[in-house]
């Protein structure tokens, strides 16, 4: 990425705070769990896993995705998309405390795979997610 710093849109590059917007396009990180759904075939290319993730890029631009953890019943995976590539009306940020809503996002995976979904969205902290 070129130098921002002589630029009239660098007016953040000097930021020391958490976050993700640094000049750049904001990123959100969103926890999803889904009930019941095993997710951890992450190598079968037309497995859970790979429809999941598939589901999710017709809504939103996906920048990483997380290995998926199924326990108890649970599936539980984290993505980072772009948050202005986010297809959804219903979405809504607040920085202030740190929380966000979209019910298409949930509403993609529901669809899909027929079980209740929670969509949390999260943030970096130290060497995980909280």
Known sequence: MPSL????????YRI???GTKFGTRELIHALITIDTVNLSDVNTVDGNFARAI??????????????PNFGEGVSTF??????????????N???????????NLDAVLTT???QPVTVNYTVMFGLAYD
């Open 5 to 12: 710093l002589t630029t009239d849109i660098a007016a953040n």
């Open 16 to 18: 020391a705070s958490p």
């Open 54 to 67: 598939q589901a999710i890029q017709t809504i939103g631009e996906v920048y990483a995705v997380g290995a």
């Open 78 to 91: 984290t993505v980072i998309l772009a948050s202005d590539s986010l297809a959804d009306n219903n979405f």
């Open 93 to 103: 940020e607040n920085p202030g405390n740190g929380t966000a809503e979209s019910t």
């Open 112 to 114: 899909l795979f027929n």
